[in-house]
Nanobody, 122 residues
Framework: QVQLVESGGGLVQAGGSLRVSCAAS????????MGWFRQAPGQEREFVAA????????YYADSVKGRFTISRDNAKSTVYLQMNNLKPEDTAVYYC???????????????WGQGTQVTVSS
């Protein structure tokens, strides 16, 4: 049974940093792209960042480029999202997901975690 379990969310002041983690289990993710999405209240779930599990290639939404960094630890089967210089508009539930297809398209993802709340106060 595939499981993606996010952790590390919380409350942080604007300008601060936070790292969220996604522990993956239940299958090998070689050949998969691991993505982070976020969803704010009343808004659609949007792409944030992705990493190719095999090659390490990374992809970012324009809104987080230069502030967020996605990485993975193969030995721990864990993907991280380091978020720096956080802004109130980054407040959302952050979801980890896995796909073998188009990384920026939410509907192409096969597996999802339950999400972790990130709140940035002004």
């Amino acid at each position: 049974q595939v499981q993606l379990v996010e952790s590390g969310g919380g409350l942080v002041q604007a300008g601060g940093s936070l790292r969220v983690s996604c522990a993956a289990s239940g299958r090998t993710f070689v050949g998969y792209i691991m993505g982070w999405f976020r969803q704010a209240p009343g808004q659609e779930r949007e792409f944030v960042a992705a990493i190719n599990w095999s090659t390490g290639n990374t992809y970012y939404a324009d809104s987080v480029k230069g502030r967020f960094t996605i990485s993975r630890d193969n030995a721990k089967s864990t993907v991280y999202l380091q978020m720096n210089n956080l802004k109130p508009e980054d407040t959302a539930v952050y979801y980890c997901a896995a796909t073998r297809s188009i990384y920026w398209r939410r509907t192409e993802y096969d597996y999802w975690g339950q999400g972790t709340q990130v709140t940035v106060s002004s």
